[in-house]
């Protein structure tokens, strides 16, 4: 079974801060695919990064990074420089080859205050 | 492209009506998901299907219902809601299978009384 555990629930921090949103999965699977999503306070939920088991090079975009770890079953999410707009809860996601479905972390919510 | 919708919005009903959710994906999609989403449980997997005229149980599939007639929507009922349903309930689509970003629609929020 796969599982993916978010256990910062809520963090704030102020505008300016680099903050990290922790994501640590489990499968047995060796070819899987990791997700996040935004959901901002509209309410819809953003597709933010896709990463597959194969590839475990970091990713930078603009502000936003991620580094995937297989040693320790981690995907992270930092945000650098953070800003109102970040403010927002953030899935964490997993899918395993073939499983055709994705298993959601429980969310952080993320809050930037000025 | 109007991408996923979903119809309605806002719903209130009582315990022991039914309901159908809505949703639509214009982007000929194969794949198509419902969830629902409540504090501090992340969003669980309802049903989905993986083609028109298929569908599967998620993690959460007890007291509802999906059909897929038609490849661009997937409807969700409830035939006798509970307090237990109320939520936010999420329709996505994705392409392909399991290594697919999934489009998600805007949500309807659902209070049962």
């Known amino acids: 079974a796969q599982k993916v555990t978010q256990a910062q629930t809520e963090i704030s921090v102020v505008e300016k801060e680099d903050v990290t949103l922790d994501c640590v999965y489990e499968?047995?699977?060796?070819?899987?695919?990791l997700f996040w999503y935004k959901q901002p306070p509209s309410g819809e939920l953003v597709f933010l990064i896709r990463?597959?088991?194969?590839?475990?090079q970091n990713e930078i975009s603009g502000r936003y990074s991620w580094n995937f770890q297989k040693s320790t079953s981690s995907f992270n999410f930092t945000i650098t420089a953070s800003q109102v707009v970040d403010s927002a809860v953030y899935f964490c996601?997993?899918?395993?080859?073939?499983?055709?479905?994705?298993?959601f972390g429980q969310g952080t919510r993320l809050t930037i205050n000025p | 492209n109007a991408g996923v919708t979903q119809t309605p919005k806002f719903r209130v009903l009582k315990t022991g009506q039914s309901m159908t959710l809505l949703c639509a994906q214009d982007?000929?999609?194969?794949?198509m998901y419902w969830y629902r989403q409540d504090p501090g449980m992340g969003l669980r997997l309802i049903h989905y299907s993986v083609g028109e005229g298929t569908t599967a149980k998620g993690e959460v599939p007890d007291g509802y219902n999906v059909s897929r007639l038609k490849k661009q929507n997937f409807l969700l009922g409830l035939e006798s809601a509970a307090p237990s349903q109320t939520s936010v309930y999420f329709c996505?689509?994705?392409?392909?299978?399991?290594?697919?970003?999934?489009?998600f629609g805007p949500g309807t929020r659902l209070t049962v009384t």
């Open positions: 996505a689509s994705t392409s392909g299978g399991s290594s697919y970003e999934q489009y």
């Open positions: 990463r597959n088991s194969f590839d475990e």
């Open positions: 982007m000929n999609h194969e794949y």
């Open positions: 499968t047995r699977d060796t070819t899987y695919y």
């Open positions: 996601a997993l899918s395993v080859w073939g499983a055709q479905k994705l298993v």
